[in-house]
């Protein structure tokens, strides 16, 4: 042990000594004269004890710093002014590269001119080491973005197409008239009117669920601010997508509802006919069968795309230059809704403006829940996402499939 540690341990001990003399309850003690007399000296005697302490700790530094000063100025020095140990003596600045360059030896003594051009001088300063590359040293920081990139999904447009309000009812309940018999006619002077007659038949569209739902847990909701967002609106296009496909596809066999193309049963073939000819010979159908005005054509990307680059003779292009800017899709003046939903090759063309129409039980409705025994000690929420509708198609005949298309 040196003498420095010995100064403190004894500071220490007698530190020690007078807090055990004072006592903890020195501020309502009262001390006599001896007593006072007995801690005046020992704190004397710690203050002389640590002075000297301090003395000795400052000269033991002065005798470390002085040592290492006598080694410095000791050290053979090279022609670059730094120490053949790579140090740098005492007061010696450290030299940039062009200037221990001028100061080298072979640049001083090499002839002014062009012999100073092709020096090769080491610089020892400068003696690389192992090279730090971000691969086996710090890495550059690469934060992520928030920005989500959504995968690719169709776009729900047919519901777009169909009137729509509330309804409160399970079933939506309508009258079609079935029996129009009209035998209107002339009729002679006291003789017998042809009687007419009139049918009613009740036809019922039934309210049916659509839902789905995803478990997420409570930390990636908590931790990401933006996914509980994300998630809704994915949830929400996942149900406008089942909802588009039900409209034109349901079979009518509950819970599925009564699309479009099970209930429609006038069709048109396309045959030997151009695609654009099939279409409207299909509006001939509706508008004398079913005695409708056809609104718009849904058709699938594919056969769209035969019909919009048609050329005539020559190879110009029917439905405009492909230079031009083109106008919502159209066909005979009705609006062409395109939508890979669509079945390939089948166009569906009618009156939805008049003779379709979805009555919604509630709207999209959210929920969130860990009410699960296994999910509530697994911090899982379940989001699940509903709604009810139906669709009504008052008029079948007022709706045609054009089938073989290209």
Known sequence: MNQLQTMLEEVQTKRAALAELIGDNWAERKF???????????????????????????????????????KRANTPVDNYGFGMNGSRPTGQEEKSLGQQFVDSPLFKNAPSGSARKNLEIELKQFDFKTTMTTSAGWAPVNARTNIVIPSAQRRPVVADLIPQDATQNTSI??????????????????????????????????????ATWIPVTEEQLDDVAQARSLIENRLVLMLMLAEETQLLTGNNTPPQLNGFLTAVTQSQARGADPGPTAVYKSFTKIRFTGFAEPSAIVMHPTNWEYIAVLQDGNGNYIWGRPFDS????????????????????????GDFATYSH?????????????????????????????????????????????????
């Open 32 to 70: 006599s004269d001896d007593e006072l007399s007995e801690i005046q000296t020992r704190n004397k005697e710690i203050a002389d004890l640590h002075d000297a302490y301090k003395t000795r700790e400052a000269i033991e530094e002065a005798a470390r710093t002085n040592a290492g000063e006598i």
């Open 173 to 210: 309940k309508y009258m079609e008239e079935t029996t129009f018999t009209n035998s209107a006619a002339p009729v002679a002077e006291n003789a017998a009117k042809p009687e007419s007659a009139l049918a009613m038949t009740e036809r019922t569209a039934l309210v049916q669920k659509i």
């Open 326 to 349: 083109g106008p919502v899709p159209r066909l005979w003046g009705l609006p062409v809704v395109v939508t890979p939903a669509e079945t390939l090759n089948t166009a569906l063309v």
């Open 358 to 406: 979805i009555s919604r039980k509630m709207g999209v409705t959210l929920k969130t829940s860990d009410s699960h025994a296994s999910n509530f000690t697994l911090n899982v929420v379940v989001m699940l996402i509903e709604e009810r509708l139906s669709l009504e198609i008052y008029r079948p005949n007022a709706f045609c499939l054009v089938t073989g298309l290209q």
